[in-house]
């Protein structure tokens, strides 16, 4: 019980993981996320595709006109479909893929049980 | 009883792995971005090629027509190929042939023009590649028809014989 | 010409060995008590033949024969003789064959090993290992023949794509192989022993040399596609979470669990299935690591050529062998489900169980991760990409846990013991964690989880550096490896928070001054080389501790017909200076990235350190006892 806790206070932490940063900083965390069209192997940030120096660009434009980090990755999931982003959203098409793991680690708990004579 | 249950659960597993594995392997694994039909246009403003006057996109895709915006490139080779075809759409009436000039020098482009001439009625300037984005495109040469500002149809590659009688039973 | 007929042959006859050999271990099964000396002839003459074989393919490459359709798809005259042999096995066709070329090799090895163990079940492992040899021999000569022959004569090849000419990547692929076809071997084994009945003490010591052959190796393996793709891919990144690098880290962490178990194995008899489900599932990983990279079936920064119909035979052939296994382990293996010996929660055993647990969740996130997407879209047809950010948030808080139960794991002994000094053990860890805040309080990061996490690293470190000076320290091998991982995860996390880097555009004799750096582009020179044509840069790098000149390069290859960039790394023991150029279409100007990453040279050293415990272990067996 004490792990998960524990486990349940770190993703707390994690989401709380939005703190101040730059316009710069910004940009790149957002552009780390998105997938090149191009090379497709590679971050937008880490490419230098025609594609990726444009969409660079897009990416301090649209930071510069005010938008959220969300709304940028909406803006581009309507252009190009979820495949652009290396995070994948939470929603029903996802829910197997950040829950399946969750829950093997949840069923390795009740085999650890059933193996480990906890009392002494 | 508990054993049966697990081999048959396995089984199944197994079995279903196979499946969704045979089937990918009939997928392209080189993404595209669908052909996202009847989508509303983007708005944006840019200079024209030959005034150098900015326009606001409002005021290109005004009329109850069809549009077709191409966007190209001097250095682009496979828009040297698809330029035969978009000359063969310059002289139909229901149709506008919009160009959106994608990171050129202007004199390369010029010469592009002169060499196998101009169908379009108006060429928009795009020179750090913003407004593709804008478009949803992501190399060149890409295509779209519009009508009453809804994108009709998009084509990724140059255009062929096929799409161009694709693009004209559209406009009929 | 010659060489391509003599390799072709010499691989028909190998393929027919197999049924010879599998002919005479059916009938030396039961008949005698010795093994046949037949067996163990036919496997030699299988491996020469293979060998051969191997050497008709380098033989055709280094005489640029173009009449072999592998050496004209794949070589060029001009290219330089390393990578002429290199090349080789740099290719799908050759690679298969030196997979084949290891596999024969192994079998032999085996045999010639395992003198002392029980004859049948001797005899069950070489035909388990032929039957995938047969799978081997089917797929190269059927699907990827490396001896096609081409008419008419092309006058030239069409080359190797330059960014596989390249020293790490040379012996990155049979590396990697030796690790992959080691985990068969384990396969085999695994399979025959629960045939007979042999899963036990003996076993279990017998074939942890194994387990930690082919993990020395594929820990090394990777190690070296890390490295390379950290020079030459040029962003300067080591690990990105992409498909081809998931598929071998996976039987990497199924292979780390493994030996984790054998362990157990080999001073308690507990957790026999688990182990033979663990041997199984490390090849069926590797076999599926080589599904989804040679079907194509995912896409990635590393491109290979691919053909449907070989992912088709791999993927039938994976699907059998594992039918097979599940077969025989439902049919064959007795769980004794007698009165199982309890496991304390206090011992070894717990801590290994607790490693299991993590690591076959670690396993979890990254096999998901990696085959969500094509799951998706065959159900769906919706195409999403599952990147870094994915694994971080899933790996990164498991971690914790998973490195502090690391460092108290190995200090308790088997069966039932006591954990002493539980309050230094604790004022360890609380000391750990408010060092690492103070590391890392200036970075506008999230420190609270930075320095929780870079604390129980730090903890690991210190418990292992304790470790070493304890008296009676037995288990000198293990302390080592886990050292090496206490200072893989730090070195990872540091170089990640303190890494900088600025990316710019610059001309030839212009700068770019921040702060305390200046970054000048002083000279671009033009040089012809073999196959490629050179610019190399000269850049002037002055921060506030030193001053730096660097020579990224251009390279415009040849054939085929393409540009890679060359980064310079100024490699010293506290951090690298790296730079990159890139040219920009359309403009005079370069593209230059310059990076400070500190701690780099300590991921390499502290992987090589993890390799190297698994090195002793298997020099040291008498001492670790």
Redesign the interface.
């Known amino acids: 019980m004490k792990t998960l806790k524990l486990i349940f206070i770190i993703f707390l932490i994690f989401s709380l993981n939005y703190l101040k940063a730059n316009e710069t900083d910004l940009q790149n965390k957002i552009t780390k996320n998105l997938r090149c069209l191009i090379c497709q192997g590679q971050s937008v940030y880490d490419s230098d595709s025609d594609f990726a120096i444009s969409l660079k660009l897009v990416v301090k434009k649209k930071i510069n006109d005010g938008l959220s980090e969300k709304e940028i990755y909406d803006f581009l999931t309507e252009k190009y479909g979820e495949w652009i982003l290396y995070d994948p959203k939470f929603n029903k098409n996802t829910y197997i893929l950040w829950f399946l793991p969750l829950l093997i680690f949840l069923g390795g708990a009740i085999v650890f049980k059933k193996l480990i004579n906890i009392k002494k | 009883m508990k ?1 049966k249950i697990i ?1 048959t659960i ?1 089984i199944f597993f ?1 079995t279903f792995v ?10 392209s ?3 595209k ?2 052909n996202s039909e009847n989508k509303i246009i983007p708005k944006f403003s840019a200079y024209t090629f030959f005034e150098n006057k900015l326009v606001k996109s409002e005021n290109i895709f005004n009329q109850k027509k069809f549009y077709l915006l191409n966007i190209w490139a001097s ?1 682009c080779l496979p828009c040297r190929d698809e330029h035969p075809f978009i000359m063969s759409l310059k002289e139909n009436e229901k149709l506008e042939i919009i160009g959106l000039n994608y ?3 202007q004199k390369n482009a010029k010469s592009f023009i002169n060499n196998y001439g101009n169908p379009y009625s108006k060429i928009l300037l795009d020179k ?3 407004k ?5 495109a ?2 060149v040469p890409e295509t779209f028809l519009i009508f009453e500002n809804q994108i009709i149809k998009k084509y990724i590659g140059p255009l062929n014989s096929e799409s161009i009688s694709e693009i004209k039973s559209f406009i009929k | 010409m010659l060489s391509s007929v003599i390799g072709y042959y010499s691989l028909i006859f190998g393929s027919f060995i197999s049924l010879v050999i599998i002919f005479f271990s059916v009938q030396n099964f039961k008949n005698s008590k010795i093994l046949d000396s037949k067996i163990l002839l036919f496997s030699f003459l299988q491996l020469v033949l293979v060998f051969v074989s191997f050497l008709c393919l380098i033989i055709s490459f280094v005489n640029s024969d173009f009449s072999n359709e592998t050496v004209f798809n794949n070589s060029h005259t001009t290219k330089p003789l390393f990578y002429k042999i290199t090349g080789t096995w740099g290719n799908h066709e050759g690679s298969l064959l030196l997979w084949l070329l290891v596999l024969t090799l192994f079998i032999f090895i085996f045999l010639v090993k395992s003198k002392s163990q029980l004859k049948k079940y001797r005899i069950l492992t070489v035909i388990f290992q032929q039957v995938i040899i047969i799978g081997f021999f089917t797929f190269l000569i059927k699907t990827s023949n490396p001896f096609n022959y081409l008419f008419p004569i092309p006058k030239e090849g069409l080359g190797l794509n330059p960014i596989l000419q390249d020293p790490a990547l040379a012996i990155h692929p049979p590396i990697l192989y030796l690790g992959y076809v080691g985990s068969s071997i384990i396969f085999s084994s695994a399979l025959a022993a629960t045939t007979v009945n042999y899963i036990n003490n003996n076993w279990a010591s017998h074939i942890k040399s194994w387990v930690l052959t082919s993990w020395i190796f594929l820990t090394l393996g990777i190690l070296l596609g890390s490295i390379w793709a950290y020079y030459e891919l040029g962003w300067g990144g080591f690990w990105f979470w992409d498909p081809v690098e998931n598929v071998s880290l996976m039987p990497w962490l199924a292979l780390t669990t493994l030996l984790h178990c054998i362990l157990v194995l080999e001073k308690r008899s507990l957790f026999k299935s688990w182990i033979i489900i663990l041997s199984i599932a490390t090849f069926a990983l590797s076999m599926c690591g080589t599904f989804l990279v040679r079907s194509g079936i995912l896409n990635s920064v590393h491109t290979f050529a691919n053909d449907p119909e070989r992912g088709l035979f791999i993927l039938f052939f994976l699907f059998l062998l594992i039918s097979i296994s599940i077969l025989i382990f439902l049919v064959f293996h007795k769980s004794d489900n007698k009165k199982l010996s309890p496991i304390f929660f206090l011992s070894k055993e717990t801590s290994i169980v607790i490693n299991n647990w993590f690591m076959m969740y670690f396993l979890s996130v990254v096999l998901i991760g990696t085959v969500y997407p094509i799951f998706l879209e065959a159900i769906s047809s919706q195409k999403i990409s599952v990147g870094p950010p994915f694994y971080n948030k899933l790996l990164i808080p498991f971690l914790i846990p998973f490195l502090i139960f690391m460092a108290i794991g190995p200090r308790l002994r088997w069966i039932k013991s006591e954990l002493k000094d539980k309050l230094s053990l604790v004022a360890l860890l609380i000391i750990s964690v408010l060092f690492s805040f103070l590391i890392v309080r200036n970075f506008n990061t999230n420190y609270l989880l930075n320095s929780i996490l870079i604390g129980s690293a730090f903890y690991l470190f210190f418990i292992t550096v304790q470790d070493f000076f304890i008296k009676k320290n037995k288990r000198f091998s293990q302390n080592i490896a886990h050292f090496g991982f206490s200072l893989l995860i730090l070195s990872i996390l540091l170089n990640s928070i303190f890494s900088t880097e600025i990316i710019t555009n610059l001309k030839v004799g212009e700068s770019y001054i921040e702060d305390d750096l200046k970054i000048e582009f002083k000279d671009l020179d033009k040089e012809n080389k073999k196959n490629y044509i050179s610019f190399t840069g000269t850049f002037y790098i002055k921060d506030k501790s030193s001053n730096n000149i660097l020579n990224p390069e251009l390279r415009i290859y040849n054939q085929p017909n393409i540009i890679t960039s060359e980064a310079d790394i100024k490699i010293t023991l506290m951090q690298d200076n790296f730079i990159t150029i890139n040219s920009v279409k359309n403009e005079d100007y370069f593209n230059v990235r310059y990076l400070v990453k500190p701690f780099m040279l300590w991921i390499w050293i502290s992987v090589l350190l993890v390799s190297l415990g698994g090195l002793i272990s298997l020099f040291n067996k008498k001492y670790e006892k």
């Open positions: 054993n081999i396995v197994f196979f499946l969704i594995f045979y089937q990918g392997l009939n997928n694994n080189i993404y971005p669908s250095w990171k050129d020098k750090d590649g913003t593709a984005i804008e478009w949803g992501y190399g």
